[in-house]
């Protein structure tokens, strides 16, 4: 292993920390960090990168990220129930179960690898659902939310650490992560029956952040069109025109998706079929339906789920962390 370590530095000028890294971690995952510690630039004479529009956190959760690609784990292949994001983690010696370093400085003490009581049933891919993967029972969790708006709270900050996790990939092109991120948030969804659907902050932040035609926001796009906009209650025209008044780029794209939908993959004699399947399994049968695969191809992608589930709870876990601590912020603030 090449032990040559780098400093990168994190955030925004007085709040800014330097974190030690091995810089073939950095540059196996990503051809951005690659090009700037192994080229001719400054980075590389200086083994140094300011990265000020990244905070701490999300990027010691891409180092945990890359942390679980490197060392092998033998557990944490179970998806965490939603109550996670009121009460954190169960797993005990967060950060303790780990085989080598990652980063010289120790590890963020809210980051977790999932431990052996997350159960050993990793024979199925997490967004797949076979029979072996526990879904939550949905009036569980509609009870769950009705009730509980720290829970929708919750949901909604994860969701935004997810969204940053996908950005960080995005702009420092992370290709595997990008993927990652959308399998564990797909994972998550199915396992929960909770889909994301149109909520402001997430909107705004991803449209700011991501060009239109991220997978990240085709995830949001299809899981509004087939789960968010069939829910009963709430008149179409309604949720419609909220959605447009949010934004209309998105609305535009969910009524693309529903108009196919609804041609329902049917095609005249002489034309190709321009519809989508009726229903979500079948649109989007698993997260590579949205990967871009230039890290691995499709059968060696489905491997890697079924074989490192791990990597996905991780980053659902992760999330949910972020979230918590974020909760807690706005709390004291
Ligand atoms: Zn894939």
Redesign the pocket.
């Known amino acids: 292993m090449d032990l040559d370590t780098v400093t990168v530095r994190v955030g925004e000028a007085e709040s800014a920390v330097n974190i030690t890294v091995y810089r073939n971690l950095l540059s196996d995952v990503s051809p951005y960090f690659r090009g700037a510690f192994e080229g001719s630039f400054v980075e590389a004479t200086d083994r140094f990168i300011s990265l000020t529009d990244v905070t701490e956190h999300t990027f010691r959760m891409f180092l945990q990220w890359v942390h679980t690609q490197v060392y092998e784990h033998s557990s944490g292949a179970t998806i965490p129930s939603p109550a996670i994001l009121l009460h954190g983690s169960t797993t005990k010696n967060a950060g303790n179960t780990t085989t080598g370093p990652v980063e010289v400085q120790p590890p963020h003490p809210t980051q977790s690898v999932p431990d052996a009581e997350t159960l050993p049933d990793a024979t199925s891919a997490l967004d797949e659902l076979d029979g072996h993967q526990k879904r939550w029972d949905v009036n569980e969790i509609e009870g769950l939310c009705s009730e509980n708006s720290e829970l929708i709270n919750g949901y909604r900050l994860s969701l935004l650490s997810f969204l940053r996790l996908y950005v960080f990939a995005d702009k420092y092109n992370v290709p595997q992560l990008r ?1 990652d991120v959308l ?1 564990a948030l797909t994972a998550q969804s199915i396992s929960w029956c909770w889909w994301p659907d149109i909520e402001r902050e997430l909107m705004e932040s991803a449209y700011a952040a991501l060009p239109s035609s991220s997978k990240f926001i085709r995830l949001l796009v299809l899981s509004t069109a087939y789960c968010w906009l069939s829910q009963p209650g709430t008149s179409s025209a309604t949720k419609m025109r909220a959605m447009k008044e949010m934004n209309e780029e998105f609305a535009f794209e969910v009524m693309v998706v529903q108009n196919q939908r609804l041609k329902d993959g049917e095609s005249l004699e002489g034309m190709p079929s321009e519809g989508m399947p009726f229903w979500l399994e079948e649109a989007m049968p ?3 339906t949205l ?1 871009e ?1 230039l890290a ?1 191809d ?1 059968a060696k ?2 491997e890697r ?1 079924c074989d490192q589930p791990y990597i996905f709870t991780g980053l659902i876990e992760m999330c949910a962390q972020d979230a918590l601590s974020m909760a807690k912020e706005s709390d004291e603030g």
């Open positions: 993927d399998t698993d997260s590579c990967h695969h691995r499709a992608c489905r789920i």
